[in-house]
C-alpha cells in the first residue's frame, strides 16, 4: 500500500516522461480497438446487410442448384415449393419465401438490358426484407401484372413507376417467352447488387413467364435472431436430403467474407503486436532510466529495511500505474471512435469514383463490443506488468553497498 | 565520569573486507578487532580509502565481511540470510548517510516514518504521531510537510536523524554525516546527535575526516590501510 503511494508519486514526479512512455500503450490499445471494430464493421456491412436485404439466414434448394447458380439456374428447381415449405415448418420460427430467380432481358422498346428477375410473394418478401420503395404508383394498373425495379436499373431505362417495361426471359424448357409488366415501384436498397440488376415481380408471374409451375429456386428463411441458423443445417440435413434438397446458412454462404476477415484480424494483430512491442520497449526503457536515476534511493531504502520484491513491488508498480493510465486512456478514445462511426462510415464517395459495383453497402458500420475493449485493455496492462518485470527484478538485486556507491 | 565500562553491544573479531583477487586484491578492512559499547558516541577517523566506510557498511549489516566475525548484541550477522538481514537492519539500525538521502517524492514527515512503513507493524495512527514527535525532536514540527527540496541541507539531516531514530534502534550509524554542511550547521547536527546519545543512550557510530568532528566523539578508533591504528577515549568536555 505504501509502496503504491510512492509509487503514485515518482510517475507524477517525472509525469512528462510517464505521458511519454503511455503514448504508446495508448496508441496500440486504440488502434487494437479501432481494427476489431472495423473488422467487425465489414462483417456487419457485407454480410449483415446481404441478409436483411437479399440472402436471408438461410435458404434450401434442390440438390444440384448451387452448382448451377451461375450458369443453368433453372436445371435444379424445387418442384413444389408448398411441399418444402411444410416440411420446413417446425425449423425455428422462421418466416419462409418461396423464390423463383431467373435471368432475363428487360425493355423500354428501344433498348435492352440483362437482369436479374426474382418472382416473390410481395406482401410478405418486402415486410420481411429491407427492401425500402422509393417512390411507388398508386393509380390504376390496368390490368398489368406489377413489378419493383431497382432503382439503379430504373435510372439506366429512364422509366419512372406507372411506366411498362418487357421482359423475355428463357422458360425452363428452353423455349422464349415475354410478358409486359407495370412498374409499381422503385427499389433502393443499401445493396448495389440489388439496386442496379434486380427487379421482383410476384412469384405467380415469374412461374406463369418461366413456365415453371409450383417450383421456386429456393426457399429463403428469416429468423428473429441470425444465430439460430447455424445449427440448422445439422438438425435438418437428414430430413433434407431424403427430399432431395440441401440447405445453406448465412454463415456458410458469407465463408469467403469471413475468410479474408480471418486473415484481415492476423494481419491486424501483427501490426497491433509490433505497436506493443515499441510501446513494451518504452516501458522497459522508462523503467531502467528511473531505476539509474533513482539508484542511490534503493540503496537507502534497502538500508532502511525494503526487501528485494519491495524495489521490484514499487518498479513494477510505476509501469502499471503508465500502462493502465495509457490502456485506459487508449480504450477510451478507441471506444470513443468506434461510437463516432458507428453512425456510419461512408465509403459511397470512393467507390463511385473507383467504379467499383461492390457487393455490399457502402456505409460501414462499426460496432462496439465491450469484450473487445476489455481484451485490448487488459493486454495494454500485461505488456506493460511483462516489460517492467525483468528490469525491475535486475535492479533488485542490486547489493545495497553498490547501490549506494553510484 | 568514572562510571563502570559499559557493556560491549557490537564485537568485530578478525573481520577482513577484500576485494579482488589475486594481484588485484585489496583488503579495505584487513583483521580488525574492536568492541563498540552501549551507548558510545564513538567516532571513525582515517585518510581516504582506510576503510571507514566499509567498517560501517559492515556493522551495519548491508555489506558481509569475507573474513571474521561480527556480533551485533550476541547475533551473528554472518549467520543471517539477506532477509533476515534486511529485517535486522529495520529495526536494529538507524542509518545517516553523507547526501541525506531522502526520498524526494516523500515530506519530511513522511520520510521519517519510513523506516515504520517498510516494517508495517504499527497503525497507520502510531506511525504518524511517532514520525510527527520525532521531527518536534529535531525541532522541524512546523516543516514536516515540505518536501527534501524545499529543506536546507542542515534541515535534511535533521530529517534524516529523525528518520533513524523514529525506531528507536540500538545503533546509529552515520557516514560523514556532516561533510556536506558548513561548519556551523554541522556542530548543530552533531550537538543533536550528542543530545539523543545521551537522552537516548542510543549508540552512535560516525566517520569523519574533520578534525572538529572528531573532537566530539567520546572515543575515537583511528583506521589507516583497513586496520585500527589508535583508540583514543576521550573526556567530555
Ligand atoms: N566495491 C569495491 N571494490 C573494490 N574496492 C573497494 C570497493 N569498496 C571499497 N573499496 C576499497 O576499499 C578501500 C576502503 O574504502 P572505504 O570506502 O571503506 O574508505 P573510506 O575510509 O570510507 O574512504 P573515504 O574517506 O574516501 O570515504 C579503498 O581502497 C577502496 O578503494
Ligand atoms: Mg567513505
Known amino acids: 500500500m505504501f509502496l503504491l503511494r510512492l509509487a503514485v508519486k515518482n510517475v507524477l514526479r517525472k509525469s512528462w516522461r510517464s505521458l511519454i512512455t503511455a503514448t504508446p500503450v495508448l496508441v496500440g490499445v486504440m488502434m487494437t480497438i479501432l481494427g476489431w471494430g472495423f473488422i467487425d464493421g465489414i462483417d456487419s456491412a457485407v454480410i449483415f446487410g446481404q441478409i436483411k436485404s437479399d440472402s436471408g439466414h438461410f435458404r434450401v434448394m434442390a440438390e444440384g442448384y448451387l452448382e448451377n447458380e451461375e450458369q443453368a439456374e433453372l436445371d435444379e428447381l424445387i418442384d413444389d415449393s408448398e411441399a418444402v415449405v411444410e416440411l420446413l415448418r417446425d425449423a425455428g420460427e422462421a418466416r419462409l419465401h418461396p423464390r423463383l430467380t431467373f435471368t432475363a432481358e428487360i425493355s423500354d422498346g428501344r433498348n435492352g438490358l440483362m437482369a436479374r428477375g426474382v418472382g416473390i410473394e410481395p406482401e410478405t418478401y418486402f415486410e420481411d426484407f429491407v427492401l425500402p420503395i422509393e417512390s411507388a404508383f398508386t393509380g390504376d394498373a390496368g390490368g398489368l401484372q406489377p413489378m419493383w425495379l431497382g432503382a439503379g436499373l430504373a435510372g439506366d431505362f429512364d422509366v419512372a413507376p406507372g411506366d411498362t417495361l418487357t421482359v423475355l426471359a428463357r422458360t425452363r424448357y428452353g423455349s422464349y417467352n415475354a410478358n409486359e409488366y407495370l412498374v409499381r415501384g422503385l427499389i433502393r436498397s443499401q445493396n448495389p447488387a440489388i439496386d442496379s440488376v434486380v427487379f421482383f415481380i410476384p412469384l405467380a408471374d415469374a412461374r406463369e413467364l418461366l413456365d415453371a409451375d409450383g417450383a421456386a429456386s429456393e426457399v429463403v428463411g428469416v429468423m428473429p435472431r441470425r444465430a439460430s441458423a447455424v445449427d440448422l443445417p445439422a438438425r435438418l440435413a437428414p430430413r433434407l436430403a431424403g427430399a432431395g434438397l440441401e440447405i445453406q446458412t448465412w454463415r456458410q454462404r458469407a465463408e469467403p467474407i469471413l475468410r479474408v476477415n480471418r486473415i484481415r484480424r492476423k494481419i491486424l494483430g501483427i501490426i497491433a503486436g509490433i505497436i506493443i512491442l515499441v510501446a513494451a520497449t518504452g516501458i522497459m526503457n522508462t523503467v531502467v532510466m528511473a531505476a539509474f536515476e533513482r539508484i542511490r534511493e534503493i540503496g537507502a531504502l534497502r538500508a532502511l529495511g525494503l526487501q528485494t520484491e519491495g524495489v521490484v513491488v514499487l518498479f513494477v508498480a510505476e509501469a502499471l500505474i503508465i500502462g493502465l493510465v495509457g490502456a485506459a486512456a487508449g480504450c477510451g478514445l478507441g471506444a470513443a471512435l468506434v461510437h463516432w462511426f458507428s453512425g456510419g462510415l461512408d465509403f459511397s464517395a470512393m467507390s463511385d469514383a473507383g467504379g467499383l459495383a461492390m457487393s455490399t453497402s457502402m456505409v460501414l458500420y462499426m460496432e462496439l463490443d465491450a469484450a473487445q475493449i476489455a481484451t485490448a485493455f487488459l493486454i495494454g496492462v500485461g505488456m506493460a506488468l511483462i516489460a517492467a518485470l525483468y528490469p525491475a527484478i535486475k535492479f533488485s538485486r542490486l547489493p545495497p553497498v553498490e547501490a549506494m556507491r553510484r | ?237
Open chain 2, 1 to 237: 565520569m568514572s562510571e563502570p565500562r559499559a557493556k560491549t553491544q557490537i564485537e568485530l573479531r578478525g573481520v577482513t573486507r577484500a576485494y579482488g583477487e589475486g594481484d588485484a586484491l585489496v583488503r579495505a578492512l584487513d583483521d580488525v578487532d574492536l568492541e563498540i559499547r552501549q551507548g558510545d558516541f564513538l567516532a571513525l577517523a582515517g585518510p581516504s580509502g582506510s576503510g571507514k566506510t566499509t567498517l560501517l557498511n559492515l556493522v551495519g549489516s548491508i555489506d558481509a565481511p569475507t573474513g571474521g566475525r561480527i556480533l551485533f548484541e550476541g547475533t551473528d550477522l554472518g549467520a543471517l540470510t539477506d532477509r533476515e538481514r534486511t529485517r535486522f537492519r529495520n529495526q536494529r539500525i538507524g542509518f545517516i548517510f553523507q547526501d541525506f538521502n531522502l526520498i524526494p517524492v516523500l515530506s519530511a514527515r513522511e520520510n521519517a516514518e519510513l523506516p515504520l512503513q517498510l516494517l508495517g507493524e504499527s497503525s497507520r495512527a502510531e506511525r504518524r504521531r511517532a514520525s510527527r514527535e520525532m521531527l518536534e525532536e529535531v525541532g522541524l514540527g512546523k516543516l514536516a510537510h515540505r518536501l527534501p527540496r524545499e529543506l536546507s541541507g542542515g534541515q535534511q539531516q535533521r530529517v534524516a536523524i529523525a528518520r533513524a531514530l523514529v525506531k528507536r534502534p540500538g545503533v546509529v550509524l552515520a557516514d560523514e554525516p556532516t561533510a556536506n554542511l558548513d561548519s556551523a550547521t554541522a556542530q548543530e547536527i552533531l550537538d543533536l546527535m550528542r543530545s539523543f546519545n545521551r537522552s537516548l543512550g542510543t549508540t552512535f557510530v560516525f566517520s569523519t575526516h574533520d578534525p572538529m568532528v572528531m573532537d566530539y566523539a567520546r572515543r575515537l578508533v583511528r583506521l589507516r590501510d583497513g586496520k585500527v591504528a589508535a583508540i583514543e577515549e576521550r573526556e567530555e568536555e
